[in-house]
């Protein structure tokens, strides 16, 4: 019911939504006191190219967000008006790049104490907890589109109407041949709450999605760094 809502609404509203994310880009360049030559060269464009993009006349690519994310722009800000959440130093410590299987492990005992906060405090899995559950579950390596998805229950036709595509274009998507732009990423926010970094930088989204559910309670961060140390101690034993 609210998928259908969304949908209807966004009709008449998409272009103005994308028009407030080029002015943002925008008032981020002058902020950084650069001119568009030099936001340009940054991000391997030319300057005409970069100028269409202002002016709303050409979308907001994928390979753009993730050089002005690298720049140290917040996406979820730029694209939703929502600061990205920052990453604990002690939740950080737990990702090592060059260690997937350890990391992916690490991240199982924080679902399973995010999983036993939630039923302690009574509320609901919101979606990012839905999509730590199905990251730590995935044994077919599923595409981020994939994830949400599964963790979300909607189905491809439903999201070909979230997203205004055809389903050809959506396939093409899900399956990481083409990439999602910024006015893309913000029709999937208005549908599922799931915010743009983590289409991005997946593995910061779920250490920053983590990060919060430690602030949320007075010692869960305490807590849950034992339960990590416990691990370390297990894998030093064996």
Same mark, same amino acid.
């Given at each position: 019911?609210?998928?259908? %809502?969304?949908?209807?609404?966004?009709?008449?509203?998409? /272009?103005?939504? +994308?028009?407030?994310?080029?002015?943002?880009?925008?008032?981020? $360049?002058?902020?950084? /006191? !650069?001119?568009?030559?030099?936001?340009?060269? +940054? %991000?391997?464009?030319? /300057?005409?190219? +970069?100028?269409?993009?202002?002016?709303?006349?050409?979308?907001?690519?994928?390979? #753009?967000?993730?050089?002005?994310?690298? $720049?140290?722009?917040?996406?979820?800000?730029? !694209? !939703?008006?929502?600061?990205?959440?920052?990453? &604990?130093?002690?939740?950080?410590? #737990?990702?090592?790049?060059?260690?997937?299987?350890?990391?992916?492990?690490? *991240?199982?005992?924080?679902?399973?104490?995010?999983?036993?906060? $939630?039923?302690?405090?009574?509320?609901?899995?919101?979606?990012?907890?839905?999509?730590?559950? #199905?990251?730590?579950?995935?044994?077919?390596?599923?595409? @981020?589109?994939?994830?949400?998805?599964? @963790?979300?229950?909607?189905?491809?036709?439903?999201?070909?109407?979230?997203?205004?595509?055809?389903? =050809?274009?959506?396939?093409?998507?899900?399956?990481?041949?083409?990439? &999602?732009? @910024?006015? %893309?990423? @913000?029709?999937?926010?208005?549908?599922?709450?799931?915010?743009?970094?983590?289409?991005?930088?997946?593995?910061?989204?779920?250490?920053?999605?983590?990060?919060?559910?430690?602030?949320?309670?007075? =010692? $869960?961060?305490?807590?849950?760094?034992? *339960?990590?140390?416990?691990?370390? =101690?297990?894998? #030093?034993?064996?």
């Amino acid at each position: 019911h609210t998928i259908k %809502l969304y949908i209807k609404r966004c009709k008449g509203d998409s /272009q103005m939504q +994308y028009s407030l994310i080029v002015q943002k880009l925008q008032e981020y $360049r002058k902020k950084s /006191q !650069i001119l568009q030559t030099e936001m340009a060269e +940054y %991000l391997d464009i030319t /300057q005409s190219e +970069y100028s269409r993009i202002e002016l709303g006349k050409s979308k907001l690519p994928y390979d #753009v967000l993730d050089k002005l994310r690298k $720049r140290g722009c917040d996406i979820d800000m730029l !694209i !939703i008006g929502v600061e990205t959440g920052t990453v &604990l130093p002690s939740v950080e410590k #737990v990702y090592v790049e060059s260690d997937t299987p350890k990391f992916v492990s690490w *991240l199982k005992l924080c679902e399973w104490a995010m999983h036993h906060w $939630r039923n302690e405090d009574g509320r609901e899995a919101e979606i990012g907890s839905k999509l730590l559950k #199905v990251f730590v579950n995935d044994e077919k390596g599923l595409t @981020a589109l994939e994830k949400l998805r599964t @963790a979300s229950g909607i189905s491809q036709e439903k999201m070909v109407e979230i997203l205004g595509v055809n389903i =050809k274009k959506y396939r093409r998507l899900e399956k990481g041949i083409i990439q &999602l732009d @910024a006015e %893309l990423m @913000a029709k999937i926010y208005e549908a599922t709450k799931c915010k743009p970094s983590f289409f991005l930088d997946e593995n910061n989204y779920y250490l920053s999605l983590i990060s919060e559910e430690c602030r949320y309670g007075e =010692k $869960r961060e305490e807590q849950l760094q034992d *339960l990590l140390s416990m691990q370390e =101690k297990f894998e #030093v034993n064996e």
